[in-house]
């Protein structure tokens, strides 16, 4: 009696929930007709027979508001006793919506019914954990909560995940889930890096890009360095001179080299609205270009020709 007095408490919390949309379905089938169901014998002409096989745990079953059985576990078999006539039978097991059926009984008769849970309402579990904690997890776009997100539960199907933290590089997972299923996933996020942009061109290209003694490509190359780190940029090309500088990363660099003149091969300074481009030799253009210095040749980055003036700006 303690046991169906706490059943039905359990029953009344879970349909008092205000999501009581999330309450699993279950499916109740007639299997009277199975052999092992129409050889059990009733003996008592004022008698009937119900047998219920249940794959639910903590399942009660009433006929007429009057609970007949409440077991214990699940995966069983309970045979109860019923008076010949219609009996409406209702199902009720936690976390799943009740189900009535109207079954009838001759005198001794023997009627069996299957109880499980429905496969397209079973919710799967997924647990998700970062590091750091405290990152907000999106499923198909809508906030679900923040890690750890532990026993959360969704109907089977596929889902795209997304965990977000400030400064912090996002994730993305593609989540399929079957009926009944739990999955775990650990997240490890990676600190956001704020820095500026060094890009690369040469003439010709695909030479190589050696960044503070290791190669790390061919141009055109970018790449991004945090704020004011020293790179000492080395470009390589079979039948070329090196070319080499150092910069101090204090805004975005665009670097455009020409390994076919050991001359400065130009300078770009960013000038109102525009930026200009000056050419050795003489000559400036407007371009659209991030703020830059360009070298060729030598190693001082600096006029190898005496022959040419410094380039002078135009007035703004």
Known sequence: ????????????????LSGQDLLKKMQVKDISRQK??????V????????????????????????ILRTTDKGNGVWHVLVTPGTHRITFK??????????????????????????????????????????????????????????EAELSAGTYKLSVQKTGFIGQELVLTLKPGEEQSHYLDLAEEVVGYSLKITTTPSK?????????????????????????????????????RQSYIMDQDLSLVVNLNDSRVAGVVKEGGSRKWLYIAGGGAVAV???????????????????GIAGPSFPDE
């Open 93 to 150: 097991g936690v976390g799943f919506l009740p189900i009535t059926k109207r079954i009838f009984f001759a005198e001794k008769q023997t009627r069996g019914v299957s109880v499980a849970a429905d496969p397209k309402s079973v919710f799967a579990r997924i647990n998700i954990r970062t590091a750091p904690a405290g990152a907000e997890v999106l499923i198909d776009g809508k906030l679900a909560g923040v890690t750890p997100l532990l």
């Open 207 to 243: 030479a190589e890009v050696w960044i503070n003694g290791q190669g790390v490509g061919r141009t055109p190359f970018t790449e991004r360095f945090t704020p004011n780190s020293q790179v000492d940029v080395i470009i390589k090309m079979d039948g070329y001179n090196d070319w």
């Open 36 to 41: 092992d169901i129409k050889t059990t014998i």
């Open 1 to 16: 009696m303690k046991r169906q007095v706490i059943t039905f408490l359990l029953l009344i919390l879970a349909s008092s």
């Open 288 to 306: 659209g270009a991030l703020a830059a210095i360009v070298l060729s040749g030598g190693d001082d980055g600096g006029n190898t020709d005496p």
């Open 43 to 66: 003996r008592n002409p004022q008698h009937a027979l119900l047998i219920v096989r249940s794959e639910l745990p903590d399942l009660t079953f009433t006929s007429n508001n009057r």
